[in-house]
Every structure is written in C-alpha cells, then in structure tokens.
C-alpha cells in the first residue's frame, strides 16, 4: 500500500499528502467532510460487541477534512531543490539542457553574497558548468540570460512537484485545476 492520498481542507484547497494510516484515523474520526476519486483502500478492522458488525472503510484518492489535523499548514510552498529543479523541468535554466537531479544546482539569480534572498523568486535550477561560470555576478554583468522566469507555485503545483511519480490520474486532474497561471506543468 503505496499510494498517497491528497487531502484538502474542507473548502477544497491542498494541504498535504497523507499514507492510508493517517487517512484511516481522519476518516474513523469522523473528520472527513467530503471525498472525491476513486476508492483506492478497502481495510476491515474488528467487529463491535455492541452490534455484531466488522468495520469497514474505504478510503479515497481525495479527502476533504474539518478543521486542522496538522497546524503546520502552509499557504507558502517550501523551497527545496527537489520541487525547483521539477519547477524548471530538470532544465539547467541558463544553457537550456536537461540534467539529472543528482547534476542540478540551485542558482541564486542575484547571488546572496550581493543581498539576494533564497526565495522561489530568486533561484533557478542550473548545470554545475553555468553556475560556476556565473559565480557571484549578476546576468547583466555577464551577459547571460534566463530561458524562463521563475515563479512561485502554489500548494497544489508544490503538491504535484513533490510527489510527482506517484500522482493518481484524478489527484493531477483536481490539482492542474488549481495550478497558478505561471505553471508550467499545464
């Protein structure tokens, strides 16, 4: 039992991805309000000594839940190389070529050693031989240029990046609805 499940709060916004445990506690809580895709865990658990019954639950791709299980909920996706290099689709976003992950580096657009912020905004996903060549300058000063703009994505785009290998076809189908217009997984 691999698959993740996608949870929403309960007006339908991304929060996290969650293993069948967690969603089996949610659902047994009764905190899922609502459930969209398909049923992908069929569990059965004991059976009551009040009614005779074996518990059943089935749980689907897609949970919405009340309140908040977790409070660390972020309205801002987390900067990790693993989702800009996704961002920036495994291309070194200066010479354009498509890298590994194990040979992406993140590039601060404006160096941090001249005040530049390692933020979405600011880094792009660059081969080792553009970053170097690069170093602490500025494009201008070095006549370089950028194949995209970077941008932020927002938490159902993070959510795609994050687990991309492992998305249900409706999980990707409710999140793309989401995505922000600068996406560049459309």
Request: aromatic residues 8%; glycine residues 6%; proline residues 4%.
């Amino acid at each position: 039992m691999s698959e993740r499940i996608l949870r929403l709060d309960k007006a339908g916004t991304p929060v996290e991805w969650l293993d069948w445990q967690a969603a089996a506690v949610l659902y047994a809580r009764g905190l899922v309000t609502w459930t969209l895709g398909d049923v992908i865990y069929r569990l059965q658990g004991g059976i009551s000594r009040f009614t005779g019954d074996r518990s059943r639950l089935q749980l689907h791709s897609i949970i919405a839940c009340e309140g908040l299980a977790s409070p660390r909920r972020r309205t801002l996706a987390p900067l990790t190389n693993r989702a800009l290099f996704r961002r920036d689709q495994h291309l070194c976003l200066y010479c354009g070529k498509p890298f590994p992950e194990s040979r992406l580096t993140r590039d601060h657009i404006r160096p941090t050693s001249r005040g530049g912020k390692d933020h979405w905004l600011n880094v792009v996903a660059a081969c080792r031989r553009c970053n170097q060549h690069k170093g602490n300058r500025l494009l201008e000063e070095i006549n370089m240029d950028l194949m995209a703009l970077p941008y932020v994505p927002n938490m159902a785009e993070y959510l795609a990046l994050i687990n991309s290998h492992r998305i249900r076809g409706d999980q990707m189908e409710f999140l793309r609805n989401q995505f922000g217009k600068d996406s560049r997984l459309l």
